[in-house]
């Protein structure tokens, strides 16, 4: 367990591993965004409600989902950074706090754009909209203490801390906002069509989706950890080796 | 599942009951996000490779006029 | 030199000096209570002088004048003595680091945050705030401002080896100060809607706990990254 645990820690070894594992995620991930694309575009039968913007859902829910793992994994990966001082963990946290931002970026944007029929509105002060808006700018925080802090070391430390308050703080305001929303306006007005009722030819591309989307993350995340291991490591002889088989 | 294609013809799904707007621009975001976070990484990786050669390059040379002096 | 101080004696001592620095500043007490008032006095040239409107938004722009007057103090919290090299001081002495950072954070709220929560019912009355609410204000306002300051001292700690930070405190600590914003609005609202007053500041007084417990953590681990 620990050999296992301080390899995985090496760049070296997580670097030619993913490596190897990359096709294993992009050739799965490619098939189910096709499928799962072209069937929530042509055969999903339109909601009684909603009509065909229910298409939205398919790329809406599964960015909205992943959206909120972020926190938790920057706060997992900053736990290890300081505890057991494992470059990759920060590399990762690194890396997945722009992509944070973007995926929470597009999560509010297709929610938006989706809610612009249903509720009248571009935006409302809905208590799910809310609390994201303040994940983004949670991440934009530690993006910016990030980009201001020059030195790796203590940038690292400084992020992992700012990412478990963050990570707490993402709690207590989902908390707070779902209540100050519910003491502020009905809920149930804006709910989507009780999920548990809707049949199969409704929810099987949606998991599709939200897999292939994992899938997509997960691609993304390996990538720019791949490169950002390519760079601190730069002076280390197998990259420099790597370099010159280029 | 599978039984039908919603649409009857190409410009129906184009006009998407009148939501063309909102699914088209959705998806379109989608798409583009999709190619910019798999192409910017890989653009990189380029980047980088180059930047490494050149400073073993530069650094080979520093190395051997060293040893020449 | 040899009797060890205790504890208890570090805090204190820890307390009095900031307070007694604070004394001898006098821009340190009187700015951020000055810098409340310009704030709140904005909205109501901004918004519309009509007391109906005031009345409703009151709470709100107390809650969010005492929240920048906060954030705008924070910045003297450590950076002076990070830059005398006193906080290298701090994070070497042999007592726990928390009840240290702790004192420090609560001679903070003393100069800053309490002045604010003293004059806010002046102000309040400025800003017609209905006569049932002011309790409601005044003890939200005494139990937040003190998490205010609490989650602040983790922001400026990340920051204060940073050359210029002024925007970048801001947008670290704002969100997270989001939670507190809501109970104290909500319960000043809720209060007002007839609600008994108990349950909502049972919230805000774990809220409070909360803070007092873990932010110096935070706020620690953070100074002695900051600071090596």
């Known amino acids: ?246 | 599942m599978f039984e039908t294609i919603q649409f009857s013809s190409l410009g129906e799904f184009f006009e998407m009951g009148g939501y063309a707007f909102n699914v088209w621009s959705v998806y379109m975001l989608f798409i583009l996000f999709f190619f910019i976070n798999l192409y910017f990484p890989l653009l990189k990786k380029k980047q980088i490779i180059r930047e490494q050669k050149r400073r073993l390059v530069v650094s080979k040379e520093s190395t051997i006029e060293i040893s020449e002096t | 030199m040899n009797q060890q101080a205790t504890t208890g004696q570090a805090f204190r001592a820890t307390l009095k000096r900031d307070l007694i620095i604070a004394y001898k500043r006098k821009n340190d007490l009187v700015n951020p209570f000055m810098f409340f008032l310009i704030v709140a006095t904005l909205f109501p040239i901004g918004i519309s002088p009509g007391p109906d409107r005031l009345g409703e938004i009151a709470a709100g722009v107390l809650w969010i004048s005492a929240l920048l007057a906060s954030l705008l103090a924070m910045d003297n919290l450590y950076r002076s003595d990070y830059e005398d090299g006193s906080l290298e001081q701090l994070l070497l002495s042999p007592h726990p680091l928390y009840f240290l950072v702790l004192a420090k954070n609560i001679s903070h709220w003393l100069v800053s945050g309490l002045p604010v929560v003293l004059v806010s019912p002046l102000i309040a009355y400025m800003l017609n705030l209905p006569d049932a609410a002011y309790a409601a204000l005044f003890i939200t306002l005494l139990l937040g401002t003190p998490v205010l300051s609490l989650l602040g001292s983790i922001g400026v700690a990340l920051t204060v080896g940073l050359g210029s930070r002024g925007l970048i405190l801001a947008v670290i600590t704002l969100p997270l100060s989001v939670p507190v914003l809501i109970a104290g609005t909500l319960t000043v609202q809720e209060t007002l809607n007839g609600a008994s007053l108990g349950g909502y500041l049972a919230i805000m007084g774990a809220m409070l706990l909360a803070a007092l417990t873990l932010a110096p953590l935070a706020s620690s681990a953070a100074l002695r990254i900051s600071v090596n």
């Not at chain 1, 994994?73 to 300081?82: E, F, Q």
Request: proline letters at 5%.
């Open chain 1, 1 to 246: 367990m620990w050999l296992w645990f301080s390899k995985l820690g090496s760049p070296k070894w997580f670097y030619e591993l993913s490596g190897r594992w990359l096709p294993w995620l992009v050739i799965p991930m490619a098939l189910l965004l096709i499928v799962g694309i072209v069937w929530a575009l042509l055969f999903v039968p339109p909601d009684y409600q909603q009509g065909n913007t229910i298409r939205i859902m398919y790329i809406h829910v599964p960015f909205a989902s992943i959206s909120l793992a972020f926190f938790p994994l920057m706060a997992v990966a900053g736990t290890i950074t300081l505890v057991w001082r494992m470059k990759l963990a920060d590399m990762v946290a690194k890396q997945a706090a722009p992509l944070g931002a973007w995926f929470t970026a597009l999560a509010l944007a297709s929610g938006s754009i989706w809610g612009s029929d249903i509720w009248g509105t571009w935006w409302i002060w809905d208590g799910r909209l809310t609390s994201m808006l303040l994940q983004f700018f949670l991440l934009i925080g530690v993006i910016s203490l990030r980009s201001a802090l020059e030195d790796t070391d203590a940038a690292a430390k400084a992020c992992a801390v700012l990412s478990i308050v963050g990570c707490i703080n993402v709690f207590v305001i989902k908390f707070s906002v779902d209540w100050w929303n519910t003491l502020h306006q009905p809920a149930g007005d804006f709910s989507l069509s009780d999920e548990a009722a809707n049949p199969p030819e409704v929810w099987v591309p949606l998991v599709i989706m939200i897999v292939a989307i994992y899938l997509f993350f997960a691609v993304s995340l390996i990538l720019s950890t791949r490169n950002e291991i390519l760079q601190r490591e730069r002076r280390a002889q197998w990259v420099q080796e790597l370099v010159e088989g280029h």
